[in-house]
Structure formats: structure tokens, C-alpha cells
């Protein structure tokens, strides 16, 4: 998905300016059942992590469920950034911290392109960093 890869370019693109070159990537489809998965294969191939930023909110609880089966304390020994502040995030033992984006904004400039037949475009909208317990 594009959305999926701008995630990932976005946090690739910020690790190497702040130096970090390798940089272990599990995959998931934004569910929490992936997120579990996803954070089982990171704990088995780089188990000294101290970090973990999922690309959606959903991926996040599953990775926090899978840390927590595993006996790691977050954000004590692992800090979780999620995606989407999607209400879940509020959900989670500890809450959430989430990158917001404003999904109405959104939703209103793809209905306008979609009426007006435009295609070719990909708007970047703002986030904003919303800090809650889990980093």
C-alpha cells in the first residue's frame, strides 16, 4: 500500500539522518494480529531492541500484546510508537503513543479529487506527534 511505504520511507529516511544505517523491518498488514506476528520475528532476529515504530495504531497493540508475552516492559525496556491515533490507541496498557493525522481532512481532500476526476496527485497532509505512556 502507498501509505505503508511512505511510513516506511518516512522512518528510513529519518533513521539514517540521525545515523542509524541498519535498522531490522518486520511486515505486517495493519492489523494487531500482524503487529503480534511482526514483533515475534524482531524479537527472534534483534532481541536487543530498545524500539519499535508499527504503521498503524492496530500493528502497535499487537506488537505491545507479543512484548509483553515475551516478559519485556514497555516502554521500560521497549518503547512503541504507533500510526493513525485511531482509538485504540487510548485502549492500550500503557496508552498509545501515536502519530495523528488528520483522517477528516484527508477523507475531504480525496472525496474533492475524486469528484473532480484528478488523478497523479498524492497530498501530503500534517501529523503531530501525540505522546501518551507507551514511549
Known amino acids: 500500500l502507498p501509505g505503508a ?9 529519518t533513521l539514517r ?3 542509524a544505517t541498519e535498522v531490522p523491518v518486520a511486515y505486517g498488514d495493519f492489523t494487531a494480529a500482524s503487529g503480534t ?9 534483534a532481541p536487543g531492541l530498545d524500539a519499535v515504530f508499527a504503521a498503524s495504531d492496530l500493528m502497535a497493540a499487537g506488537a505491545i500484546q507479543a512484548l509483553r508475552r515475551a516478559g519485556r516492559r514497555v516502554p521500560a525496556d521497549v518503547a512503541v510508537i504507533g500510526f493513525d491515533d485511531a482509538p ?7 496508552a498509545l503513543t501515536t502519530v495523528r493525522q488528520p483522517v477528516e481532512e484527508l477523507a475531504m481532500v480525496a472525496t ?10 498524492d497530498p501530503v497532509l500534517p501529523t503531530e506527534l501525540v505522546i501518551r505512556e507507551s514511549a
Do not use: N, S
Open 17 to 19: 539522518a540521525a545515523g
Open 88 to 94: 485504540v490507541a487510548r485502549r492500550t496498557v500503557p
Open 37 to 45: 506476528h511482526a514483533m515475534q520475528w524482531l524479537l527472534r532476529h
Open 112 to 121: 474533492r479529487l475524486l469528484l473532480a476526476g484528478t488523478t497523479g496527485i
Open 5 to 13: 511505504r511512505d511510513r516506511l520511507e518516512g522512518l528510513a529516511r
